[in-house]
């Protein structure tokens, strides 16, 4: 580190080492007694003229500021006898003169055990130390409430309660709307994960009629749901056509009341949860007259016009709901994330403590992977999660090389053809050195809209001469030492002689990961969806104590382009970037403020308004 601190970095230096130490409350009043003890009764010391009034005006602050910027380390050595003038000249309370006094020792201890130190030889730092260990003072995550509700006992069938018949039934559905083909169904398939969701809210539907309305568990089926009604063959249209008129009253009747249970009692006030319940069962209906039909907009059965009607209610709902979860709980600006969130879980990837002590190796590896999450999240615009749930390597490579791949350069290939996943992205490398995330239409939500995309991830370069491939490949080959301390990815070239390898980081080997997945849990098996968000949102909280999910990056992203003036052009690229249009981008992920969005024509009309009154005026 650099000898040449003025006070303002002491006290910088400082206050990141007592967050490092202290929980969140405990850190702010010592960082606080700390500034009031050079501000107010050490700075006059020096010569700075000292604060009038029990609070210091803005004034007074930023002279103060102003000055500490002058005091370098060798001054600073001095600090103990300026204070001792300061009290002299103030004559405070003999209270504060001992914790004024005591704060002051207790920083110039912690800076006199620092390389930086005038005649310290103390050893700087090693390149293989943590910055610091993340801050842990906001707590654990569930108790940062985002909504006054309090929790309520679940109501929909737990895996015992589900019958042998119910079961059967659920998985037909399964295939029915997952397969590659099914008769009868008239629509592509769906991923597994968006079906194995439905089936999840089906049984909580089930659940509330055997506990709210008394439905034995036996009698329980899909029928229960949309009650099927025979109308290609019935032997009479017209009383067929009765009966289904019937059964969509009735689906009608139950959904509205369950929509009303929500609310008044499960205090579920937000439109996209019903909207989510209505999807599933909307899918159910399908199911359920799939052979029925004789149009592909199952216009014929009015179940499906009852739950497309409460769907559009549900979608206006939504143009003028106020979220019910505390957005100022979650929400950071995009400086802010990548200045408080991403670049420390950088730093955290050292195979060594701040006091130089060995981390784990599993330690090292959930800190790599942690951090890549966020730099896929944050480095260029934010997908959703599911495709990093379920991005794979290739773990074959080609019989014989690419005559473009260096002899001692790195290839991750993609797939053949025959030994790809469509359901998956995947991660590739090409022979100039450019990493690539590969996902088909097949792989993600919009994917029949936008089709097949090749996203280049970026190469960010770093102050310290790393850049992100750096650690991407560190990641997933692993790591070996440098002869000064450093780290390189065993996916760089080798050259004997010149490397010294004394111990093997494994990176994503560690956790013996299962299968071609890039992202893994600590056993090696793919995240789902929950324990990902969670794996992702916990590093936020730690460091913020703000309950930041990976969704509302895209709203974070979104809105701060938008908020910046980004032209349509720029707009229109996030848009593609994150997987939809830029109509979809203004209307859902907009997160602007009332006062955000008409701060730009207001200043406009401001500009317009006084140059008609100062019509002779012209601009520098």
């Given at each position: 580190m650099k000898k040449n601190l003025s006070l303002t970095d002491i006290l910088g230096l400082y206050a990141t080492h007592i967050q490092s130490k202290h929980p969140r409350k405990k850190a702010?009043?010592?960082?606080?007694?700390?500034e009031t003890a050079i501000n107010r009764y050490t700075l006059p010391g020096w010569g700075l003229e000292p604060f009038k009034g029990r609070r210091p005006t803005r004034v007074e602050i930023d002279r103060a500021t102003t000055f500490k910027k002058g005091i370098n380390v060798e001054q600073f050595t001095t600090a103990k006898e300026a204070q001792e003038k300061a009290f002299e000249l103030l004559q405070p309370s003999d209270s504060s003169k001992e914790v004024y006094s005591c704060r002051l020792k207790e920083l110039v201890s912690w800076s006199s055990q620092e390389g930086w130190w005038p005649g310290n030889t103390l050893p700087e730092k090693s390149v293989d130390c943590c910055g610091g260990r993340r801050r842990r003072g906001y707590g654990i995550m569930a108790k940062t409430l985002l909504t006054s509700r309090s929790a309520l006992p679940p109501y929909g069938l737990q895996p015992e309660q589900v019958s042998e018949k119910l079961k059967a039934k659920t998985e037909l559905f399964y295939k029915f709307r997952t397969s590659a083909h099914c008769p009868g169904r008239l629509e592509d398939p769906v991923k597994t994960t968006a079906c194995s969701d439905q089936i999840g809210l089906v049984l909580h539907l089930l659940g509330w009629f055997h506990h709210y309305r008394g439905v034995p568990l036996d009698e329980l089926s899909l029928n229960t749901l949309i009650p099927p009604v025979e109308l290609k063959y019935a032997a009479s249209k017209e009383a067929a056509?009765?009966?289904?008129?019937?059964?969509?009253?009735?689906?009608?009747?139950?959904?509205?009341?369950?929509?009303?249970?929500?609310?008044?009692?499960r205090g579920a006030k937000s439109p996209h949860t019903r909207k989510n319940y209505l999807c599933a069962l909307l899918a159910v209906a399908k199911f359920?007259?799939?052979?029925?039909?004789?149009?592909?907009?199952?216009?014929?059965?009015?179940?499906?016009?009852?739950?497309?009607?409460?769907?559009?209610?549900?979608?206006?709902?939504?143009?003028?709901?106020?979220?019910?979860?505390?957005?100022?709980?979650?929400?950071?600006?995009?400086?802010?994330?990548?200045?408080?969130?991403?670049?420390p879980l950088r730093d955290e990837c050292q195979p060594k403590l701040a006091c130089g002590s060995p981390r784990s190796l599993k330690a090292t590896a959930y800190s790599f992977q942690r951090y890549l999450l966020w730099g896929c999240f944050t480095y260029s615009p934010p997908r959703r999660q599911q495709e990093f749930r379920e991005l794979k390597m290739a773990l074959e490579c080609p019989v014989k090389r690419p005559v473009d791949v260096p002899a001692d350069g790195?290839?991750?290939?993609?797939?053949?053809?025959?030994?790809?996943?469509?359901?998956?992205?995947?991660?590739?490398?090409?022979?100039?050195?450019?990493?690539?995330?590969?996902?088909?239409?097949?792989?993600?939500?919009?994917?029949?809209?936008?089709?097949?995309?090749?996203?280049?991830?970026?190469?960010?370069?770093?102050p310290d001469g790393r850049c992100f491939y750096d650690y991407l490949e560190a990641w997933l080959?692993?790591?070996?030492?440098?002869?000064?301390?450093?780290?390189?990815?065993?996916?760089?070239?080798?050259?004997?002689?010149?490397?010294?390898?004394?111990?093997?980081?494994?990176?994503?080997?560690?956790?013996?990961?299962?299968?071609?997945?890039?992202?893994?849990?600590?056993?090696?098996?793919?995240?789902?969806?929950?324990?990902?968000a969670s794996y992702i949102s916990t590093a936020a909280h730690a460091l913020t104590g703000q309950r930041l999910t990976p969704h509302l990056?895209?709203?974070?992203?979104?809105?701060?382009?938008?908020?910046?003036?980004?032209?349509d052009s720029d707009i229109a690229s996030l848009a593609y970037g994150m997987g939809h249009s830029p109509q979809i981008l203004r209307a859902i992920y907009d997160r602007r403020r009332p006062v955000q969005k008409h701060r730009p024509i207001q200043l406009a009309v401001m500009e317009l308004v006084q140059k008609s009154l100062h019509p002779d005026s012209t601009s520098d």
């Open positions: 702010q009043e010592i960082i606080a007694q700390t056509a009765i009966m289904a008129a019937k059964a969509g009253e009735y689906v009608d009747c139950w959904v509205c009341e369950f929509s009303n249970f929500l609310i008044e009692e359920q007259y799939h052979n029925e039909i004789t149009s592909s907009d199952y216009s014929e059965v009015p179940a499906v016009k009852v739950l497309r009607g409460r769907l559009s209610l549900g979608t206006k709902e939504l143009n003028n709901h106020i979220p019910v979860a505390d957005i100022d709980k979650k929400w950071l600006d995009l400086p802010q994330v990548l200045e408080l969130i991403v670049e790195l290839y991750q290939p993609l797939p053949t053809g025959r030994n790809r996943d469509r359901n998956c992205g995947y991660l590739s490398r090409t022979p100039d050195g450019r990493w690539f995330k590969d996902v088909t239409s097949e792989s993600y939500k919009t994917g029949k809209t936008y089709g097949n995309q090749e996203l280049e991830i970026p190469n960010v370069q770093f080959y692993g790591y070996y030492k440098m002869p000064d301390g450093s780290w390189r990815s065993c996916g760089a070239a080798f050259k004997p002689g010149e490397q010294e390898v004394g111990r093997l980081w494994p990176g994503r080997l560690q956790f013996e990961a299962v299968g071609e997945f890039v992202f893994v849990r600590h056993n090696g098996t793919p995240f789902a969806e929950d324990s990902m990056l895209r709203d974070i992203f979104a809105t701060h382009f938008l908020d910046n003036g980004a032209s």
